[in-house]
């Protein structure tokens, strides 16, 4: 954050006019598409909350249904992970496709400062974003693997923390991008 507003402030020598210009550029985000993206992380993060609950309900019935004559009746479950994992590569897809936008429009990684700070932010976050892709693809089939329900449950409480913060980081991230131009 404080090299991208120092960055913004800071002129560049120019060898050719032997001045100092100002290289800074204002970059046209596609914001409503990021913000798009944004509700699609957001949604996300809800799911894979849901999804925790659910396993952390399943954990705590486990000893009762080991009692014989007790009956739970059937547990519907939902596959929240799975719609998490949906939600997330579609806010990937999102990237990519803001990414094509902001070329489109002339805007590059070596266009400029400005320009090549969006890159590095928005591109860091999703290579962040799907490492959380991983974790969650390996939470879902841990149960075809014959994890047990609490290591299940410690793996998936572990992705969700780290899928949340991702969710807060992009809030914070695309809040900067737009206001801090």
Not at 55 to 66: D, E, F
Request: hydrophobic share 50%; glycine share 6%; proline share 4%.
């Amino acid at each position: 954050t404080s090299a991208y507003i120092v960055r913004q402030g800071l002129p560049t020598y120019d060898e050719a006019t032997t001045s100092y210009v100002r290289d800074w550029l204002a970059v046209s985000l596609p914001s409503g598409l990021l913000m798009i993206n944004t509700v699609l992380l957001v949604l996300s993060s809800i799911t894979i909350e849901l999804a925790r609950r659910q396993l952390n309900r399943q954990a705590a019935l486990a000893p009762i249904q080991t009692i014989p004559g007790v009956s739970l009746g059937n547990e519907r479950t939902f596959p929240w992970l799975n719609v998490t994992a949906v939600l997330g590569i579609g806010f990937l897809a999102g990237q990519f496709l803001a990414w094509r936008t902001l070329g489109d429009r002339g805007f590059f990684v070596a266009t400029s400062p400005s320009s090549s700070f969006v890159y590095l932010l928005t591109a860091s976050h999703a290579v962040h974003l799907a490492g959380g892709l991983l974790a969650l693809a390996y939470a879902v089939v841990a149960p075809l693997m014959g994890k047990t329900l609490e290591s299940r449950r410690i793996l998936v409480d572990v992705t969700v923390w780290y899928w949340h913060f991702m969710a807060v980081l992009w809030i914070y991230i695309f809040a900067l991008l737009e206001l801090a131009r």
